[in-house]
């Protein structure tokens, strides 16, 4: 294949486009909002979310490939954070581009076939339908039947992707090595995010790793991840089994299926820490358009669907085993612990991660009243500077695991598992369990034998139930803790908002 070709100019045109919706919105957000109050400010404020994603979907749209998986990422960002996370209209807008992005003709879909077999669509399947099931940043989805009567799903990549990006990261990698916040250079994130956009770009790739989760996950009857199919596949086409679902978070399509939401959230919770905590390796684009749900063909329970694995991260066993004693030491609220490890991730900012991972971890990160007027206020911690943060986010890349990806993961299940009103405290019961049983090497399948034997086995599941324990009386702490609190959050709510406040519910 020949080196794609970067045309700056062609880039640069792209970047302004987007800069200058940037530039415009900021005006408005400034401008429109002077002088308002209460309900008036909070109206005008919703009316300038909504025009201005409705804006930036339409560039999404119109430069596709990098700024289409932007818009996704921004979409899925909640992370089960509401309005305080991504005001709900960018969400509503910039969602429908996790399936429903801009699609390649069908004469070009062909050229594609054509270059990459040999054949035609209607030589190398017994059928092929012409419009797409779905489209997305790089690819887009085509029902086809084999000539052995199987029915696929047939991945396409988009033409002239590879130049495309070429361009856009000549830009990026330029603009990054001149901005420099602080002083710090952070130009190593474009060059990460090209490196993993590349991978995605290889669907030999998402081919392997596609077989190596079916085999991970074959013990799990409420995951299903469709077949691969590698003689009706290449580096721009993917053909697959064809699975019928649901997008896992639609809850009036599930209640259609006879599914309990909070069933396939708990198949979704458990499955998602499974795979970090046991294997380490970190699906790196759980949004709504990758995750779908059906009732099993058999038992009709709820099921899980799991699609588009270009992208994973993974943890060498070491990180993955500090995560999960970092995790444990956080349900158990143990301090010194909680420094140790969270210094590890997070170097001087090892109090506030915790409180990425859960609110709830609060407890035992020595975190007061200062930190705390100092989120209110937007401004950085005392004693902390912006190279503190730079150091964090290098740190979170350096060691040979992504763990910025890996965060970004987490964010992604869990606003998944907040569209499905999945109470906290069961999502931290599952990231319990599952960095318990990650430690102790356990092999997850039924009736499978622990390394170490039935003492070791009975051991596990003592430390089970005792991080279950412990989640609970951490839900019983929060509940205590917001009631004595309720004087304090009134002190630091402010007069007028975008928003009003959201405390972690103790559920």
């Known amino acids: 294949m020949a080196a794609p070709q970067a045309d700056f100019a062609f880039g640069m045109g792209r970047a302004m486009r987007a800069m200058a919706l940037f530039t415009s919105a900021k005006t408005e957000y400034e401008t429109s909002l002077e002088g308002l109050e209460g309900e008036e400010y909070n109206t005008k404020l919703r009316e300038i979310h909504q025009r201005t994603a409705e804006k930036a979907l339409e560039v999404a749209k119109e430069n596709k490939g990098i700024y289409i998986k932007a818009a996704q990422f921004i979409a899925a960002l909640q992370g089960g954070a509401g309005d305080h996370g991504i005001p709900k209209e960018y969400v509503n807008v910039l969602q429908a581009l996790c399936d429903h992005a801009p699609q390649t003709t069908f004469e070009e879909v062909e050229q594609v076939l054509v270059t990459e077999f040999g054949k035609g669509s209607s030589q190398k399947f017994r059928s092929f339908d012409k419009e797409p099931l779905a489209a997305a940043s790089l690819a887009q989805v085509h029902r086809a039947v084999t000539h052995e009567g199987v029915e696929v799903a047939v991945k396409v990549q988009h033409p002239g992707l590879w130049d495309m990006m070429a361009s856009d990261f000549g830009v990026f990698t330029t603009m990054a090595a001149s901005m420099k916040p ?168 090892y109090r506030y991660f915790p409180l990425i991972l859960s609110p709830w971890f609060i407890f035992g990160t020595k975190i007061g009243y200062a930190e705390l007027l100092a989120a209110k206020d937007g401004r950085l911690p005392p004693g902390v500077e912006l190279k503190d943060v730079g150091d964090f986010l290098v740190g979170l890349h350096d060691g040979g695991t992504n763990f910025l990806g890996v965060l970004h993961s987490i964010g992604y299940t869990r606003g998944l598992l907040n569209d499905l009103q999945w109470p906290e405290r069961r999502r931290i019961k599952a990231l319990g369990e599952f960095a318990v049983r990650g430690k102790a090497d356990k092999q997850l399948h039924p009736g499978g034998e622990s390394k170490a034997g039935a003492m070791s086995r009975l051991w596990l599941a003592f430390s089970v139930m005792w991080v279950v324990l412990q989640t609970d009386l951490l839900a019983l702490q929060l509940t205590v803790l917001l009631f004595l609190s309720k004087p304090f959050n009134q002190h630091l709510q402010p007069a007028v908002s975008s928003s009003s406040s959201v405390a972690p519910s103790p559920d």
């Open 182 to 349: 602080g002083g710090f250079d952070l130009s190593w994130l474009v060059q990460d995010f090209q490196v993993s956009l590349t991978a995605e770009l290889d669907f030999k790739i998402e081919a392997s790793n596609a077989i190596k989760v079916a085999e991970m996950l074959k013990h799990r009857s409420r995951v299903k991840v469709p077949t691969v199919y590698p003689e009706l596949s290449t580096t721009k086409v993917l053909t697959m089994e064809f699975v019928k679902g649901v997008r896992v978070n639609d809850l009036t399509a599930l209640k259609e299926l006879g599914l309990h939401p909070l069933h396939v959230a708990d198949t979704l919770s458990r499955t998602f820490a499974e795979m970090a905590l046991c294997h380490g390796f970190v699906h790196g684009d759980p949004h709504a358009g990758n995750v779908y749900a059906r009732a099993h063909p058999e038992t009709k329970e709820a099921q899980i669907i799991i699609m588009d694995h270009g992208l994973y991260h993974t943890m060498d066993d070491a990180v993955r085993l500090n995560f999960c004693s970092l995790l444990v030491s956080c349900i158990l609220r143990r301090s010194r612990q909680m420094q140790v490890l969270g210094e590890k991730f997070a170097g001087q900012l």
